[in-house]
């Protein structure tokens, strides 16, 4: 019986620093070595997740962006991708901009992962981000809502008070076209409203790697609300000390939290490899 483990990055496997640890480091480079079959599912970009796992041995594909990207981890190039259809991403443009809200709008242009903005409509929030992650994917800076219209969208974020994004999210929560996530940032605190197309999901993208490597298990490691597709579709799944009470009230187990290296601790008391 083959075994998938899948595990979320921030909060998850990355401590408070945003790091990975030496510890975890060297579990799952001995654990991979001896055949355990690993990977994440984050939010990050491809790059962004790149540079904090590279201390690890990973070799199979990449979830990014809740599971609107799957990336070949050895070419580079995606091959999982789902895209907002163009008038769905322009009716979120509307709803969002008729209330004040600007959104960071990812796309993808000539096989280049890029975000459009508006400078100087972001709140201060953003524009830490947009500092934060500069170097990491194309800035694309724009003046009007009209020219945050963008093809091949598949990411959409608003980081702004709970009082502006929690009537959207109730209004958006529904729609056919797309997954909607209200949660605070693991770090910052920052309250996100993010927007994907209705087929990612975590969990669809998992599904489709763990029919591609033929496993028959399933085990997932998470702390937030963007977790909770994937522990829906587990044989088990672990919530670390410090996630969420919605995912602690679905999951398997309670585990270490990731200041303690929850995830590398379990994986090496119960992983099932020779």
């Given at each position: 019986m083959k075994t998938l483990y899948i595990s979320d990055l921030d909060g998850t496997l990355l401590n408070s620093d945003?790091?990975?640890?030496?510890?975890?480091?060297?579990?799952?480079?001995?654990?991979?070595e001896k055949g355990l079959l690993f990977s994440y599912a984050t939010a990050r970009s491809?790059?962004?997740?790149?540079e904090i796992t590279k201390g690890i041995t990973a070799q199979f594909p990449r979830i990014l962006y809740n599971g609107a990207f799957v990336v070949d981890n050895a070419t580079k190039q995606p091959i999982?991708?789902?895209?907002?259809?163009?008038?769905?991403?322009?009716q979120f443009v509307r709803i969002l901009t008729e209330v004040d809200v600007w959104p960071l709008m990812y796309y993808?242009?000539?096989?280049?992962?890029?975000?459009?903005?508006?400078?100087?409509?972001?709140?201060?929030e953003m524009k830490e981000f947009i500092y934060e992650y500069e170097g990491t994917?194309?800035?694309d800076q724009v003046y009007s809502a009209q020219q945050l219209e963008k093809k091949n969208t598949y990411y959409l974020v608003c980081i702004d008070s709970e009082e502006k994004l929690y009537p959207l999210y109730e209004k958006l929560k529904d729609h056919p076209a797309a997954n909607v996530i209200y949660q605070k940032?693991?770090?910052?605190?920052?309250?996100?409203?993010?927007?994907?197309?209705?087929?990612?999901?975590k969990a669809n993208a998992i599904m489709m790697l763990k029919e591609k490597l033929g496993c028959d298990r399933l085990v997932c490691f998470g702390d937030g609300k963007n977790d909770i597709s994937m522990f829906r579709i587990r044989d088990e799944c672990y919530a670390v000390a410090n996630a969420v009470d919605e995912?602690?009230?679905?999951?398997?187990?309670?585990?270490?939290s990731n200041?303690?290296?929850?995830?590398?601790?379990?994986?090496l008391e119960k992983a099932d490899v020779k």
């Amino acid at each position: 019986m083959k075994t998938l483990y899948i595990s979320d990055l921030d909060g998850t496997l990355l401590n408070s620093d945003a790091e990975i640890s030496s510890f975890t480091a060297n579990a799952l480079n001995s654990l991979i070595e001896k055949g355990l079959l690993f990977s994440y599912a984050t939010a990050r970009s491809f790059s962004t997740a790149g540079e904090i796992t590279k201390g690890i041995t990973a070799q199979f594909p990449r979830i990014l962006y809740n599971g609107a990207f799957v990336v070949d981890n050895a070419t580079k190039q995606p091959i999982i991708t789902n895209f907002f259809a163009d008038d769905v991403s322009r009716q979120f443009v509307r709803i969002l901009t008729e209330v004040d809200v600007w959104p960071l709008m990812y796309y993808y242009d000539d096989g280049v992962e890029s975000m459009a903005f508006i400078r100087e409509n972001a709140t201060a929030e953003m524009k830490e981000f947009i500092y934060e992650y500069e170097g990491t994917l194309r800035h694309d800076q724009v003046y009007s809502a009209q020219q945050l219209e963008k093809k091949n969208t598949y990411y959409l974020v608003c980081i702004d008070s709970e009082e502006k994004l929690y009537p959207l999210y109730e209004k958006l929560k529904d729609h056919p076209a797309a997954n909607v996530i209200y949660q605070k940032d693991v770090y910052s605190g920052r309250q996100w409203l993010e927007l994907m197309p209705k087929a990612a999901s975590k969990a669809n993208a998992i599904m489709m790697l763990k029919e591609k490597l033929g496993c028959d298990r399933l085990v997932c490691f998470g702390d937030g609300k963007n977790d909770i597709s994937m522990f829906r579709i587990r044989d088990e799944c672990y919530a670390v000390a410090n996630a969420v009470d919605e995912l602690k009230a679905i999951a398997t187990d309670v585990i270490d939290s990731n200041d303690n290296n929850g995830v590398a601790k379990w994986l090496l008391e119960k992983a099932d490899v020779k």
